[in-house]
């Protein structure tokens, strides 16, 4: 804990370093109406820093924070393949057990026993890579890392991140993690094989069984390369936010997307310190002798010298991380479902105040309800009844976001682009998986679920399948402002439906199987006579879905990429949305806006208001300019224009880089 202590002390240090480096290069503006502050030395110095660069610089170690997003949105695809495929492989082996796989074996070599079954160790290990490659490089980094270092900048009216040196950092910092954990797919005992929680002592101890050896350490090194790589992108979020809005930009009038990813970088900085120490502490363990979790463990009848240690202080430590993990992977599809829905309904978002709060709620909540996940661990029942009470308590900012989301659609003049179906699908994957989150948070239910396919059903849902939706719905949205061009609308159609319905086809029966106690993690489930009967239809029948819904996701990759080079060309504003990224032109350069930067007048939802001359205006549109439409307080807005135009003066807001 004490090195947790350090850790985070020294990335508040950071940021308070960051802030004050921001404040320089604004000019040390504050951005509040009537700064006039002035800093022509400060733009000359601004302008020479981005002199001529070459394609190496420009592209692969990039400081604009538009090629890094898209840097973390092509890893993110690629992790994605692979960790769909390893369930698809393992699911072959859950769906039909009896069949031999031998057609695997150019893809798997010496994984496939002589017999034609995948090796039971390896069966173990895919379920852990797919884990962790799903929850921290796909859904964390690949949604997080795209769209915060896309859009915040872009969205807050600003030329670039906080420390573009440091946001390269933080990209090549996941890169490297990224190399780390692929390489220990290619170990001859294997990757780690621990489950994607990875606990002790069977992480512990490399002599435990095949997945505990050299693929456990390469995890382990992988992962801690991996917090680096979020702390720096987080605080550059949290600075860049916090320090260098646009005149007029108050938090009053950031879009929802923009809480959403502010949110989950304070989220990250508090919480994934607390995962480094535990696997700082496990790496001791491993190979320095300490007993930090372990004690009087007996191994083929060999007894370890380690006493003192507690499995049961990991559990505590990586759930700390674990369950603010799944808002960290939930908050920004909160905020990319939000903006795309009002877009695209065009209406206000119900209740953004309320949509605010709710979010807010929700990450300090995460942060004190993760000994759900331990109510079979031999908690104290008296602690463990706290712990429903506040699960129970955090669907309540849950409910107030799908209450709002439902009202926004309500007699809305809805446009079904791609985007729009996938924010959707997020809302109702939220909802469907939300409602089994409430059975398991109370223990009593809880503790028979546990570790059945229920438990597997509902994270999947209200994590996973909602999270990726939120992913997906950002990419078709925001695709013509990263690329200058369209994607395939009707490709975009039959993406959807596909993966819709395939994905409730898989995780909706798996609630029945956890019911009737079907256990998560086994290799072979006709190793027992009770189950043969019960189980195998519905398990070949999850697994053909799979299959299909994995077979759909090769119609995005298509359309992905052959967009990028083919698709339509973008007109500058086509969703006719409200937010300041596409008053940016079509392709902007370094620094996003080629003269000054524009300023905010009024909030991101203007949608269809009675004696508008157009169904939107944008944040740049004076109340001077819409007369017709104003609310009466927002005529009393007009005399405050005059003092945000002076802001104008300051390098930050005038010069482009």
């Given amino acids: 804990m004490f090195l947790t202590g350090v850790i985070i002390i020294s990335a508040i240090f950071m940021g308070w370093l960051f802030t004050g480096y921001a404040n320089l290069r604004a000019g040390n503006a504050s951005h509040r109406v009537g700064d006039l502050t002035t800093g022509t030395d400060a733009a000359d110095a601004a302008h020479a820093e981005h002199e001529p660069q070459s394609k190496l610089q420009k592209y692969i170690f990039s400081e604009d924070h538009k090629t890094i997003a898209k840097q973390y949105l092509i890893t993110g695809i690629f992790w994605a393949i692979i960790g769909i495929s390893l369930s698809v492989m393992f699911r072959l082996q859950l769906g039909f057990p009896d069949m031999k796989v031998d057609f695997l074996r150019p893809l798997l070599g010496d994984w496939i026993t002589e017999s034609g079954k995948i090796d039971q160790d390896f069966y173990l290990e895919m379920v852990t890579m797919h884990g962790t490659i799903m929850v921290f490089f796909v859904l964390t980094a690949g949604l997080s890392g795209t769209f915060s270092n896309f859009l915040i900048p872009l969205q807050v009216g600003a030329r670039d991140m906080a420390s573009g040196f440091l946001n390269m950092l933080s990209y090549w910092f996941f890169f490297i993690a990224s190399l780390i954990m692929f390489s220990s797919l290619f170990v001859y005992t294997g990757p780690a094989g621990g489950g994607w929680v990875i606990y002790p002592p069977l992480s512990a101890l490399p002599q435990a069984h095949k997945g505990s050896q050299l693929g456990m350490t390469l995890w382990l090194i992988s992962m801690a390369f991996f917090i680096v790589s979020q702390l720096l992108g987080g605080i550059n979020y949290i600075t860049t936010v916090i320090n260098l809005r646009t005149r007029g930009m108050s938090f009053s009038k950031l879009p929802l997307t923009v809480w959403g990813f502010f949110l989950t970088a304070v989220l990250g900085l508090i919480s994934f310190p607390v995962l480094f120490s535990a696997v700082l502490l496990l790496i001791f363990d491993r190979h320095f002798g300490t007993s930090f979790y372990l004690s009087e463990i007996y191994i083929k009848g060999e007894a370890l010298p380690n006493v003192g240690g507690s499995p049961i202080l990991f559990q505590h430590l990586f759930w700390f991380l674990g369950h603010p993990e799944v808002y960290i992977v939930i908050l920004p599809a909160f905020g990319i479902t939000s903006e795309i829905m009002a877009t695209n309904a065009r209406k206000p978002i119900f209740g953004y105040r309320a949509m605010i709060a709710s979010m807010i709620g929700i990450a300090f909540l995460s942060f004190i309800v993760w000994g759900h996940h331990m109510f079979v661990s031999g908690m104290n029942p008296f602690l463990g009844s706290v712990f429903m009470f506040l699960t129970l308590i955090i669907a309540v900012p849950s409910a107030v976001k799908a209450f709002n989301y439902v009202t926004t659609l309500w007699r809305g003049n809805i446009r079904f682009t791609s985007a729009m ?21 109370n223990a009593t239910l809880d503790i028979p679920l546990h570790d059945t396919y229920f438990v597997v059903a509902h994270f999947h849902l209200v994590m996973g399948a909602a999270s990726a939706f939120g992913l997906l719905a950002g990419t078709y949205h925001w695709f013509p402002k990263m690329f200058g061009r369209m994607m395939n609308e009707r490709l975009g159609y039959i993406h959807f ?98 003269g000054e930067l524009p300023a905010v007048y009024r909030w991101s939802y203007d949608y269809s208001k009675p004696g508008a001359k157009d169904d939107f205006i944008p944040q740049n549109v004076p109340y001077s300019l819409t007369l017709e439409s104003n609310l009466p307080h927002e005529n009393e807005q007009i005399p405050l224009e005059k003092a945000i135009e002076a802001q104008k003066m300051n390098d930050q807001f005038a010069h482009p880089h």
Avoid: C
Avoid at 421 to 441: D, E, H, K, N
């Fill in 421 to 441: 179906l996938f924010a959707i699908g997020f809302v109702s994957f939220f909802i469907s998986g939300g409602v089994t989150g409430i059975i398991l948070g």
């Fill in 497 to 594: 439906w596909l993966t819709f319905v395939g994905i409730y086809l898989v995780f909706f029966p798996m609630h029945y199987l956890g019911i009737a106690g079907f256990p998560r993690r086994y290799y072979s489930f006709t190793s027992y006579d009770f189950m043969k009967g019960k189980f195998a239809d519905m398990n070949s029948f999850i697994t053909i879905a799979a299959i299909i819904t994995f077979t759909a996701q090769w119609i995005f990759i298509w359309n992905f990429f052959y967009s990028i080079f083919k698709g339509r060309k973008s007109v500058q504003n086509p969703w006719r949305s409200n937010t300041l990224e596409w008053t940016a032109p079509i392709n902007p350069g370094h620094g996003n806006w080629p």
